[in-house]
């Protein structure tokens, strides 16, 4: 039985403009998408590059060294955040990136200079989306109320969308018409674009953690004041050191039952699910005799579900009952999941896919509202750290397992393991009273 949780529209408070309709969100919105083809295109850059520069396995190397770095600094990248704003810190990342890639094209055209340039220029990203992954998660709480955090999710989500669907093929046409070059430069022309937008974006004040009321509407009273940023290189006296911030907000998330359970409902479900929906739909696809072109409907219709959803609650706002929710629809997704290894057709195959899109576009977009409703804001950065960590740092890690078991055992029994994860991350949800009971703001 599917389950399609009632989704309403309140209308704003008074003074509350949607984000939808709120320019400053918008600019916002249009730097993330200009970043995010960036990072579409230079990873094709990067993967055309590294291929014709040495083996498959080489090349393979350098796409995985970005993993490394991203995951052993995430956590540190949450206390830069906090630390120094996330607008900040996101303008300072993409002129860095931007930089990077402007380097690495201009001696790719007079040069050929090896794998050593490629594999450094992977590390570069890596230790950069260390620092960029949590403060583009913290950044949208600090551009618009609480009301609307959900809104903004799914507004990210369409534009990732958008990014990736736009992105490849711009990235290959640059490599058709120039090579990896001129596919790095136009990865560098989405960055700048980038820039002016952030630059022009403005943030709230942000309020002290004592100020900020949790989703149930109360006062938290936890952690120091936080004032607005500070001027770069100026700290406040006596401000703790970066590893006394970074206990401090581990610690905010320990004490606040819904973070906690959160995290850990996060961390399963994405262990769970990276391998099976990369590694293991290719593989799948190989087993079934689907070929590239039936692997191709199968994420579209991934895509095409998740899409929808995100624009349904751009549109609509708010679900309520937020916890149960996103709890239902990972319980129900790990299911989907499971099923996708025994459909017989690709029809079938795409049917479920688009199934798995609108589950798991609904339940990340809930997961991401309520991590910034509920956390006290001079510490978003650090929770956004934290999970990100689990989705971009040690998820990743799960491929060559996934594919090492579908070697072992089959599709089948991976593809129900992995649902089983999954499935354990809607389960602690659904017994966990407080994040079941999790509201979003209204």
């Known amino acids: ?42 990873y094709v850059a990067l993967s055309w590059a590294a291929v014709q520069s040495g083996t498959p396995s080489q090349a393979g190397l350098v796409m995985a060294l970005s993993a490394a770095p991203r995951a052993l600094l995430m956590l540190g990248g949450g206390v830069i955040a906090d630390r120094f704003g996330p607008r900040r810190v996101l303008i300072a990342s993409n002129g860095v990136r931007c930089a990077a890639v402007v380097a690495v094209a201009l001696l790719l055209l007079v040069s ?30 600090r551009l618009t109320a609480r009301g609307q955090l959900a809104r903004v999710q799914g507004m990210r989500g369409m534009a990732g969308r958008l990014a990736n669907v736009v992105g490849a ?22 960055f700048t674009i980038s820039l002016p937008l952030l630059t022009a974006v403005r943030m709230g004040p942000r309020p002290s953690p004592q100020e900020w009321p949790a989703a149930g509407g109360e006062a938290t009273g936890h952690g120091p004041p936080a004032g607005p940023e500070l001027p770069a290189g100026q700290e406040l006296p006596g401000r703790p050191t970066a590893a006394r911030e970074l206990r401090d907000g581990l ?26 929906l990369n590694v293991g ?10 070929g590239a072109p039936g692997m191709g409907w199968v994420l579209a219709g991934f895509g095409a579900g998740a899409g929808t959803m995100s624009l349904l609650l751009t549109v609509r706002g708010r679900v309520p ?22 459909v017989p057709t690709v029809a079938a195959a795409v049917g479920v896919a688009l199934a798995v899109g609108l589950l798991a576009g609904l339940s990340g977009a809930l997961c991401g509202a309520l991590l910034q409703t509920e956390s006290d804001p001079a510490y978003i ?22 594919g090492a ?32 009971r999790a509201e979003l703001p209204r």
């Open 321 to 342: 009952r937020a916890g149960l929710a996103l709890s239902v629809a990972i319980a129900v997704g790990a299911g989907a999941i499971g099923a996708l290894a025994y």
């Open 112 to 141: 050929s200079p090896g794998l050593w340039l490629l594999g450094l220029l992977a590390l570069v990203f890596g230790v950069v989306d260390a620092v960029l992954m949590p403060a583009l998660g913290a950044l949208p709480a």
């Open 381 to 402: 950065g650090r929770v956004t750290s934290v999970s990100s960590l689990f989705s971009l740092g040690l998820a990743p890690l799960t491929f060559p397992v996934t």
């Open 251 to 276: 610690h905010h998330i320990r004490r606040n039952p819904v973070l906690a359970r959160l995290i850990v409902v996060i961390a399963l479900t994405d262990l769970g699910f990276v391998g099976p």
């Open 169 to 190: 093929p711009l990235g290959g046409l640059g490599v058709a018409l120039g090579g990896a070059a001129a596919a790095f430069g136009a990865a560098a022309l989405l």
């Open 1 to 42: 039985m599917t389950v399609t949780p009632a989704i309403s529209e309140p209308a704003p408070p008074a003074g509350e403009r949607p984000a939808h309709r709120d320019p400053n969100v918008l600019r916002w919105l249009g730097a993330y998408a200009s970043s995010a083809m960036g990072d579409n295109v230079y």
């Open 281 to 290: 739909l290719t593989l799948l696809a190989d087993e079934r005799g689907w």
């Open 405 to 436: 078991a579908i070697a072992l055992w089959g599709t089948g029994p991976v593809f129900a393991a992995s649902a089983g994860v999954c499935a354990l991350g809607g389960i602690l949800g659904l017994c966990s009273r407080p994040l079941r």
